[in-house]
Every structure is written in C-alpha cells, then in structure tokens.
C-alpha cells in the first residue's frame, strides 16, 4: 500500500481550476515537510510547492507562484494543492511526497532526491 494516495486530478480547461489532495494512508507525517512535484513523460520530475511540518513556511517554482497554493490539515493528515489559472503547460502527472528528515521540517526542500515517500500520482490534462 503507498503511504501516500494522491486525488483531485482530471481534465480542465485554460483558466480553470483544480483541487489536488494527498491523504496519508497507514501513517502519519504531520511533523514532515511535504511537497508537490509533477512530471510528463520522458523529462525528470520538477518541483511545484513544499510546506514545512507547521504549514508556516511554503515555497513555490517560479512558474506557479500567484497561481497555486499549498496547505496542510493535520488533522486529517492531508496536504491539499489549490491549483488557479491553470495553463495547458501544467498538464503532468502530479506526485505528493514526505519528507522523512526532521532536518528540513522547518525549511522544506525543493529537491525530489530529499523525499522519502511517495504516492502512485494524479494526472492532470489543462486544454487550450
């Protein structure tokens, strides 16, 4: 079972906007930093936004900073991703990960390599 299971992906048009949510599943990673990356097939995975254990520091790519917001209800063990103005550009598939290092809790990492856990991913198709 993925410690991570992500949701919320579909298919929407320019403008438009979507919820992604990345629920824990079998554990809790309430004091982890957590993160979005995405990919499209055939290139690496790029980093889209991060949030630190206490959701009070969020870092974001330069190409969806205005447009999209992390947050975090630790309550439910689950970190959301408001996503606004989407553009064809942000098609991908979008992954959650935790970052199991009590090291960057407070300063979440943009780089895939410092997350632990992944979940399987969410596609996301924008059309012009």
């Known amino acids: 079972q993925e410690p991570l299971v992500e949701s919320g992906g579909g298919l929407v048009q320019a403008g438009g906007s979507l919820r992604l949510s990345c629920a824990a599943s079998?554990?809790?990673?309430?004091?982890?930093?957590m993160a979005w990356f995405r990919q499209v097939p055939g290139k690496e995975r790029n980093f889209v936004a991060a949030?630190?254990?206490?959701?009070?520091?969020?870092i974001y790519a330069d190409s969806v900073k205005d447009r999209f917001i992390i947050s975090r209800d630790t309550a439910k063990n689950t970190v959301y991703l408001q996503m606004n103005s989407l553009k064809p550009e942000d098609t991908a598939v979008y992954y959650c990960?935790?970052?199991?290092?009590?090291?960057?809790?407070?300063?979440?990492?943009?780089?895939?390599?410092?997350?632990?856990?992944w979940g399987q991913g969410t596609q996301v198709t924008v059309s012009s």
């Open positions: 949030i630190s254990w206490s959701g009070g520091s969020t």
């Open positions: 079998g554990r809790t990673f309430s004091n982890n930093a």
């Open positions: 990960g935790a970052d199991a290092s009590f090291r960057n809790r407070n300063r979440p990492s943009s780089t895939p390599d410092d997350y632990d856990y």
